[in-house]
């Protein structure tokens, strides 16, 4: 077994950058958080490898400036596995590649059947990688050579599964289709904020009243500011379910608080104070929160057929024949177009043509690989759901 380390410190990173230079073709680039651990989705490892240069593995809290490695691959090409997850937490790092080929997205486009890295790598070179050590805590220090062989792992063999992966690519003529949707997640825009993120805690649809509501924000807003103070998952320190079970209880006293048993976490009996406290704030506030939040959502497709039948049967006359297109290149078919893109056009319904629907799909955030395979597909199938609506239906219902 090779003998892994991490690199840790200035010097020993110059050298790998120097290496690196003298390396060949594309460098494969993974991450290692410790999601579920950490408050932060930081990287606490990052696997870089190049062929004729060798396997990296970085520790960027103590590495801290990597401008140097950006300078370095910036502009090579990047391999990645599910580049959506980890390209974040690159960015965090001041590290953008100017070009990517994700592997994970490749293997979708090719209609594998399953598309994790174990499995591409097994069906590429008909090697078995033991997946151990995903979901486990990358911030330790030191970490176990094991895990680090198996970080090493995750882009040495990547380089030999792209061979493979952009060569089927070649063959099935879908290289530019491809290139489309690594541009599109590669430039992808992060999410903006959530307006409301404590609307997120799970079994809060138990919670009934807005000053009930206000202490379930408050009890959140100071789980929060602990966890982020302490760079701890929140869920580690206090679970949801405590939170809402805090909220309906009701208690009367912080002792009556402690004494829930329901109420239970790490830090559900160390900070109690702190939960009390929140609790009060909540029942203190002036600005409840409203039971309701309004949203740009769409209604449940099996609620169409009474509050918009029009857009019920343009959708149920495109979403087969968008499926059967699927089918035909191989691929899924939320690959061919996002479903809720197929969606919304039925639903706001653009026009009955091609060039129309295309406008809608590109506002919408498709491809134009997507827009050129499916336009046409969806603008036939509305003019037959017209000719065939029961007399009275309004088109643009």
Same mark, same amino acid.
């Given at each position: 077994?090779?003998?892994?380390?991490?690199?840790?410190?200035?010097?020993?990173?110059?050298?790998?950058?120097?290496?690196? %230079?003298?390396?060949?073709?594309?460098?494969?680039?993974? #991450?290692?958080? &410790?999601?579920?651990?950490?408050?932060?989705?930081?990287?606490?490892?990052?696997?870089?490898?190049?062929?004729?240069?060798? #396997?990296?593995?970085?520790?960027?809290? +103590?590495?801290?400036?990597?401008?140097?490695?950006?300078?370095?691959?910036?502009?090579?090409?990047?391999?990645?596995?599910?580049?959506?997850?980890?390209?974040?937490?690159?960015?965090?790092?001041?590290?953008?590649?100017?070009?990517?080929?994700?592997?994970?997205?490749?293997?979708?486009?090719?209609?594998?059947?399953?598309?994790?890295?174990?499995?591409?790598?097994?069906?590429?070179?008909?090697?078995?990688?033991?997946? *151990?050590?995903?979901?486990?805590?990358?911030?330790?220090?030191?970490?176990?050579?094991?895990?680090?062989?198996?970080?090493?792992?995750?882009?040495?063999?990547?380089?030999?599964?792209?061979?493979?992966?952009? +060569?089927?690519?070649?063959?099935?003529?879908?290289?530019?289709?491809?290139?489309?949707?690594?541009?599109?997640?590669?430039?992808?825009?992060?999410?903006?904020?959530?307006?409301?993120?404590?609307?997120?805690?799970?079994?809060?649809? @138990?919670?009934?009243?807005?000053?009930?509501?206000?202490?379930?924000?408050?009890? $959140?807003?100071?789980?929060?500011?602990? &966890?982020?103070?302490?760079? =701890?998952?929140?869920?580690?320190? =206090?679970?949801?379910?405590?939170?809402?079970?805090?909220?309906?209880?009701?208690?009367? @006293?912080?002792?009556?608080?402690?004494?829930?048993?329901?109420f239970n976490g790490r830090?559900?009996?160390?900070?109690?104070?702190?939960?009390?406290?929140?609790?009060?704030?909540?029942?203190?506030?002036?600005?409840?929160?409203?039971?309701?939040?309004? @949203?740009? /959502?769409?209604?449940?497709?099996?609620? $169409?057929?009474?509050?918009?039948?029009?857009?019920d049967l343009r959708y149920?006359?495109?979403?087969?024949?968008?499926?059967?297109?699927?089918? *035909?290149?191989?691929?899924?078919?939320?690959?061919?177009?996002?479903?809720?893109?197929?969606?919304?056009?039925?639903?706001?319904?653009?026009?009955?043509? *091609?060039?129309?629907?295309? %406008?809608?799909?590109r506002s919408l955030g498709?491809?134009?690989?997507?827009?050129?395979? %499916?336009?046409?597909?969806? /603008?036939?199938?509305? #003019?037959?759901?017209?000719?065939? +609506?029961?007399?009275?239906?309004?088109?643009? @219902?």
């Amino acid at each position: 077994m090779t003998d892994y380390h991490v690199i840790d410190d200035r010097s020993e990173y110059e050298r790998a950058l120097e290496q690196l %230079t003298e390396g060949n073709g594309p460098v494969a680039v993974d #991450v290692e958080r &410790a999601s579920g651990f950490r408050y932060s989705q930081r990287a606490y490892l990052i696997q870089v490898f190049r062929r004729d240069s060798g #396997v990296f593995l970085f520790d960027p809290p +103590a590495i801290g400036d990597f401008s140097g490695l950006q300078d370095t691959i910036g502009d090579i090409p990047w391999l990645l596995h599910a580049a959506s997850q980890d390209l974040p937490s690159l960015h965090d790092e001041g590290l953008y590649p100017e070009a990517i080929f994700d592997t994970e997205l490749a293997s979708r486009l090719l209609g594998y059947d399953r598309v994790g890295l174990g499995a591409v790598v097994e069906r590429t070179l008909g090697i078995t990688l033991a997946k *151990a050590h995903s979901a486990d805590d990358w911030s330790t220090r030191p970490l176990p050579q094991s895990w680090l062989e198996y970080a090493a792992l995750d882009v040495v063999y990547l380089v030999d599964a792209w061979d493979t992966v952009s +060569a089927e690519l070649e063959e099935q003529g879908k290289t530019e289709i491809a290139r489309q949707e690594f541009e599109a997640v590669r430039l992808k825009e992060p999410k903006p904020p959530r307006e409301d993120p404590w609307r997120r805690l799970s079994g809060l649809h @138990s919670v009934r009243g807005r000053r009930n509501l206000a202490v379930a924000r408050s009890l $959140w807003e100071a789980r929060e500011e602990f &966890a982020r103070d302490q760079d =701890v998952s929140p869920g580690r320190l =206090v679970p949801d379910r405590s939170l809402v079970a805090a909220v309906i209880a009701d208690p009367s @006293s912080k002792h009556e608080l402690g004494a829930l048993k329901a109420f239970n976490g790490r830090a559900s009996r160390s900070q109690l104070d702190r939960w009390w406290s929140a609790i009060e704030r909540g029942r203190l506030a002036q600005d409840l929160p409203a039971e309701r939040v309004s @949203s740009d /959502a769409l209604p449940p497709t099996r609620a $169409w057929a009474d509050r918009n039948p029009a857009a019920d049967l343009r959708y149920k006359a495109a979403r087969p024949l968008v499926e059967v297109a699927a089918e *035909a290149l191989h691929m899924p078919t939320e690959n061919l177009l996002t479903p809720d893109y197929l969606r919304r056009v039925a639903w706001e319904y653009p026009g009955d043509d *091609a060039a129309s629907i295309g %406008t809608a799909l590109r506002s919408l955030g498709a491809r134009e690989w997507q827009i050129d395979e %499916t336009s046409q597909i969806i /603008a036939t199938a509305f #003019v037959e759901s017209a000719q065939t +609506a029961p007399e009275g239906t309004e088109a643009h @219902s």
